[in-house]
């Protein structure tokens, strides 16, 4: 009797010692879906077009682009003076840059193509300006303006998640803000 004691004791340990080694397994595993799962820094932004209603107009230029980039995401800044009205747009991914009035395709570097229409006038000169080593931008090109709507081209590398939005200054200029996260 006493050995067939140890043979279930045994036998149990044997059981336990095989199901917890899998219990485990099993317990990470859905941590690392769960974790995988979560999205990117948490955005969730998506790809779909942001735009305000075309009404919208802004009476002050556009004054410059600048860039930045973030642990998360790559930034894009559009300067814009004072005036009045509010300031609109619409940002979108498109299969072609188009140019304002003529419609004539635009190239641009970049595996997904952002087309920012800045619902204010602008003075500056069309260009170009290229991304080496970022991680989310390739190339942004000013469009020119045309009627009081400015346009730029933003090459990026795939369609990715975007948001838009508006930041007043203190001298009453505005912001419009553009972020494409690095990935999903």
């Known amino acids: 009797m ?3 004691t ?4 045994a036998a149990v340990g044997i059981v336990a010692a095989l199901t917890t080694p899998v219990a485990a397994t099993v317990a990470s595993t859905s941590a690392a879906a769960a974790t995988s799962a979560a999205p990117f ?13 075309p009404s919208q107009l802004w009476t002050g230029n556009v004054i410059g682009a600048r ?3 973030h642990e998360c995401y790559d930034r894009l800044v559009f300067d814009i003076a004072r005036g ?21 395709p635009i190239p641009i570097s970049g595996g997904a193509k952002i ?6 006038p602008s003075t500056l000169s069309t260009g ?13 090109k000013n469009l020119g303006s045309f009627e009081g709507y400015t346009d730029y081209g933003l090459g990026v590398r795939a369609r990715l998640p975007m948001r838009v939005f ?9 912001r419009l803000v553009i972020d494409v996260a690095h990935r999903w």
Do not use: M
Request: with cysteine; proline share 3%; charged share 20%.
């Open 67 to 69: 860039t930045g980039q």
């Open 128 to 140: 170009t300006r290229t991304f080496s080593g970022w991680r989310t931008f390739r190339q942004l």
């Open 41 to 53: 820094c948490g955005i969730t932004w998506g790809s779909l077009p942001k735009a305000t209603s």
């Open 115 to 120: 087309q920012i229409t800045i619902n204010a």
């Open 166 to 174: 508006v930041l007043t200054n203190a001298d009453g200029g505005r």
């Open 2 to 4: 006493h050995t067939t």
């Open 6 to 9: 140890r043979r279930r004791l």
């Open 84 to 104: 009045s009205g509010r300031l609109g747009y619409d940002v979108r991914y498109v299969g072609e840059l188009t140019g304002p009035g003529s419609g004539l």
